[in-house]
């Protein structure tokens, strides 16, 4: 059964099951290629063409928005948020990348970063194959290698579109962004080798801030552990740098929120301040990790992952004399917040009454132009089993399967489609899901007909593609 959805889409999420990379979760040997059937020998990405196989699995509905560079369009939400958090971390430590390619191989996704051979975040049910060795990238943590290899500054943020299979409602989509950053001491540089000493140094120039921050965490102990390659002394004084960084991002961030929010008449100066917390965290390619989390609206949201690189990304990209520390955010969610945009489908909108509300260089919050009426719809079908003469590939079905024949047909018309039922027949074992959707447009009011046509077009796709049988 799927969690409730009550959080914001973020950089840690895997899937709507799991809220980080390293939950693991029940995963089918699906998300197999529907496209194969009469799909043309290649697939065109970002004016590349590539051989299709059998792990091909990015529909048209994805590759149209590879290059909608949604956080360079000048006054768009993700634009203004990219820039807000950018400017945190400038040059010439920090280099900004800003314009690479979402195309990045498995190993650049993943195993440059550690990944596992089982980690299920390289599960076709939860990641945009390409095909076998190419994948549309899953986060921003994919350049990290090659950026530490190029050694072109002590420090970077890369900003990009990220790509995961995925739940659909107001908190995700398909395709978000997140803005990755890294800084790095080099051992050969700084005075007298001593990177502690000088991270204490530089540690010191950060801006202060009074923002009170709940941190219980102990900078590493045996589940988050130090790196044999470093020493405690310098494991701290990154994590402090590390830490005092971002909570910058937070200060400088809520406090436009803030004063956006009081321009509008939804807050008061004197307002509680705002509650932030640091947690344990666990990811592959950092150690010791955290999440940074505030308080917002009565409950807690992930903002952003981070930690100490694992040193053998900096060796194995020809630096091994580099230690620093890296994270990671996820803009929609700070966007959402900062704005007030309330559905995530809103960034994609080409509507001039959403566009136009927005300047460069301004938080302001957002006016809703109206709200559309919903339509829910229910669809029950039975599964194919293997044990079925006509079983085979097409036994099994995973709920992000579900989500992609609905974002196929109905695009972003489909406001959240959720499992409301799922049980196992206990003479015959067949196994009968089913899924509510919520039709809204966030544009207009959608006829009777328009909606029992694409709920008709859903339920005829998920019979051809998974050869379920519908109820
Ligand atoms: N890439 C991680 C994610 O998407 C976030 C992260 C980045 C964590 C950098 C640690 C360091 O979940």
Not at 237 to 258: D, P
Not at 430 to 445: H, P, W
Not at 464 to 469: I, P, Q, T
Request: aromatic letters at 10%; glycine letters at 6%; a neutral charge.
């Amino acid at each position: 059964m799927r969690l409730p959805t009550t959080t914001l889409q973020n950089c840690l999420r895997v899937s709507q099951r799991s809220s980080t990379f390293l939950r693991i979760r029940r995963v089918s040997p699906t998300g197999f290629n529907c496209y194969s059937t009469n799909a043309p020998p290649t697939v065109e990405v970002a004016g590349k063409s590539f051989q299709r196989d059998e792990w091909t699995n990015v529909p048209p509905h994805i590759i149209s928005c590879v290059n909608r560079s949604l956080h360079l369009t000048p006054s768009h939400p993700i634009a203004i948020t990219r820039a807000l958090v950018e400017r945190q971390f400038i040059g010439p430590v920090y280099k900004s990348y800003n314009n690479l390619s979402p195309v990045v191989s498995v190993h650049q996704n993943f195993d440059s970063l550690g990944f596992p051979a089982s980690h299920p975040g390289r599960s076709k049910t939860d990641t945009y194959y390409i095909n076998k060795d190419t994948v549309l990238r899953t986060h921003t943590s994919a350049h990290q290698a090659d950026i530490f290899a190029a050694g072109e500054s002590k420090g970077f943020t890369v900003a990009a579109d990220v790509y995961r299979r995925d739940a659909i409602d107001r908190s995700h989509y398909p395709v978000f962004h997140q803005m990755e950053g890294a800084r790095m001491w080099s051992r050969s540089e700084v005075p007298g080798s001593d990177i502690a000493a000088a991270v204490r140094a530089d540690l010191e120039k950060l801006p202060k801030h009074n923002l009170v921050v709940e941190d219980t965490t102990s900078v590493f102990h045996e589940g988050n552990p130090l790196q044999p390659e470093h020493s405690a002394k310098e494991c701290e004084a990154i994590a402090a740098h590390l830490k005092r960084s971002l909570e910058g991002v937070v200060v400088e961030v809520f406090g436009q929120a803030k004063k956006a929010a009081i321009a509008a008449g939804e807050a008061k100066e004197d307002d509680a301040p705002l509650a932030v917390r640091w947690i344990e965290a666990y990811f592959p390619f950092t150690s010791p990790s955290w999440e940074l989390e505030v308080f917002w609206q009565g409950e807690w949201l992930e903002l952003l992952g981070c930690g100490v690189v694992k040193q053998s990304l900096p060796n194995n990209a020809g630096v091994p004399d580099k230690l620093g520390w890296a994270f990671g955010v996820g803009l929609e969610r700070v966007a959402m917040l900062l704005f007030g945009i309330p559905d995530i489908r809103l960034f994609w909108s080409k509507d001039g009454r959403f566009l136009s509300q927005f300047k460069e260089g301004q938080i302001s919050r957002f006016a809703p132009f109206s709200k559309y009426p919903p339509c829910y719809k229910d669809v029950a079908f039975w599964l194919k089993t293997s044990s079925s003469p006509a079983g085979g590939s097409l036994a099994q079905f995973h709920e992000n399967d579900m989500m992609e024949v609905v974002r196929d047909v109905a695009g972003d018309l489909a406001e959240d489609v959720r499992l409301v039922d799922e049980f196992v027949h206990p003479k015959t074992g067949r196994k009968s899901l089913c899924f509510r959707i919520n039709y809204r447009s966030l544009e207009k009011t959608l006829t009777n007909d328009e909606t029992n046509a694409l709920h008709e077009s859903v339920r005829n796709a998920l019979h051809e593609r998974y050869g379920v049988e519908l109820r």
